[in-house]
């Protein structure tokens, strides 16, 4: 099953269990880039992005 398919059929589970921090979801990071995969779901996702985008320049 494809991580995005878990994540969406997740996220309406969440919305009713901690409506307050629903934006979380919707501001969720799930990128690949070759074997690796990064998937965020945090307040400063877009930060945590660029450190994982950094971290792979780093190694190619």
Do not use: W
């Not at 074997?35 to 450190?51: N, Q």
């Amino acid at each position: 099953m494809p991580l995005g398919f878990f994540f969406s059929s997740q996220t309406v589970k969440f919305k009713d269990y901690r409506p307050e921090e629903y934006y979380l979801i919707e501001k969720h990071v799930l990128k690949s880039n070759g074997p690796f995969v990064f998937f965020a779901v945090l307040k400063d996702a877009d930060r945590m992005e660029r450190a994982f985008d950094e971290a792979l320049k780093q190694t190619t």
